[in-house]
C-alpha cells in the first residue's frame, strides 16, 4: 500500500451519531506500489505517547496530567470497529487514494475525566503490508475509545 515512509494524510470533521457529536478524523491512504491493490475490512490502530497539549505540573493536586510515557509506549485507548458502512473491496490502481474515519469524542466532553492529551503517533496496519504506517502528532484529543471506518468511508460534505 503506502511505503513506510510516507505518511498518510488527515483531515476533521463532525459526525452525529445516537444523537450524540462525534469528530471524525479523515485518514486518507495513497496506494504507492507499482500494481493494483484490493482493500477490504477495517485498518488496525494503535496509539502510542502521550503528546501534552497544555501544560501542567506533575505533582499530587494536577492529577490530570498525563503520566511522562516514551513515544513507543502504547496507550490503552479501545479501537472498535465502526458499523457506519459495511466493507466491502476498495480496489486502488497505483497512485490513487481511499480513506477511512477514526470518530472519537473530545476530552473537552464534559463527560470526559481525563486531560487534555493527544496521542504521540497512531500506527495504522493496512491487511497486506507487512510494515504498518505511522502518523506522528495525530490532532485528535479522545476521551476513552476511537470508532474506525471501514476502508473507503469519508465525511459527507453537506
Same mark, same amino acid.
Not at 501534552?52 to 492529577?63: A, G, H, L, R, S
Not at 486502488?92 to 487514494?97: D, M, N, V, Y
Given at each position: 500500500m503506502a511505503s513506510p515512509g510516507e505518511k498518510p494524510g488527515q483531515s476533521h470533521g463532525q459526525v452525529r451519531e445516537n444523537n450524540e457529536d462525534r469528530f471524525a478524523t479523515t485518514i486518507l491512504l495513497r496506494n504507492t506500489g507499482n500494481s493494483r491493490c484490493v482493500l477490504n475490512g477495517w485498518p488496525g490502530i494503535?496509539?502510542?505517547?502521550?503528546?501534552?497539549?497544555?501544560?501542567?505540573?506533575?505533582? #499530587?493536586?494536577?492529577?490530570?496530567?498525563? !503520566? $511522562?510515557?516514551?513515544?513507543?509506549?502504547?496507550?490503552?485507548?479501545?479501537? *472498535?470497529?465502526? &458499523?457506519?458502512?459495511? #466493507?466491502?473491496?476498495?480496489?486502488?490502481? !497505483? $497512485?490513487?487514494?481511499?480513506?477511512?474515519?477514526?470518530?472519537?469524542?473530545? *476530552?473537552?466532553? &464534559?463527560?470526559?475525566?481525563?486531560g487534555i492529551v493527544q496521542p504521540y503517533r497512531v500506527e495504522i496496519s493496512v491487511?497486506?503490508?507487512?510494515?504498518?504506517?505511522?502518523?506522528?502528532?495525530?490532532?485528535?484529543?479522545?476521551c476513552d475509545d476511537v470508532e474506525v471506518t471501514s476502508f473507503g468511508s469519508a465525511l459527507s460534505r453537506a
Amino acid at each position: 500500500m503506502a511505503s513506510p515512509g510516507e505518511k498518510p494524510g488527515q483531515s476533521h470533521g463532525q459526525v452525529r451519531e445516537n444523537n450524540e457529536d462525534r469528530f471524525a478524523t479523515t485518514i486518507l491512504l495513497r496506494n504507492t506500489g507499482n500494481s493494483r491493490c484490493v482493500l477490504n475490512g477495517w485498518p488496525g490502530i494503535v496509539f502510542y505517547g502521550y503528546d501534552v497539549i497544555t501544560t501542567c505540573e506533575q505533582n #499530587p493536586q494536577t492529577p490530570s496530567c498525563p !503520566p $511522562g510515557t516514551r513515544p513507543a509506549e502504547r496507550r490503552n485507548i479501545r479501537v *472498535t470497529r465502526s &458499523q457506519l458502512l459495511p #466493507p466491502s473491496d476498495i480496489a486502488l490502481a !497505483p $497512485g490513487q487514494t481511499t480513506s477511512f474515519l477514526l470518530l472519537w469524542i473530545s *476530552t473537552f466532553a &464534559q463527560e470526559c475525566v481525563k486531560g487534555i492529551v493527544q496521542p504521540y503517533r497512531v500506527e495504522i496496519s493496512v491487511p497486506g503490508d507487512s510494515h504498518p504506517l505511522s502518523l506522528a502528532h495525530p490532532a485528535l484529543q479522545p476521551c476513552d475509545d476511537v470508532e474506525v471506518t471501514s476502508f473507503g468511508s469519508a465525511l459527507s460534505r453537506a
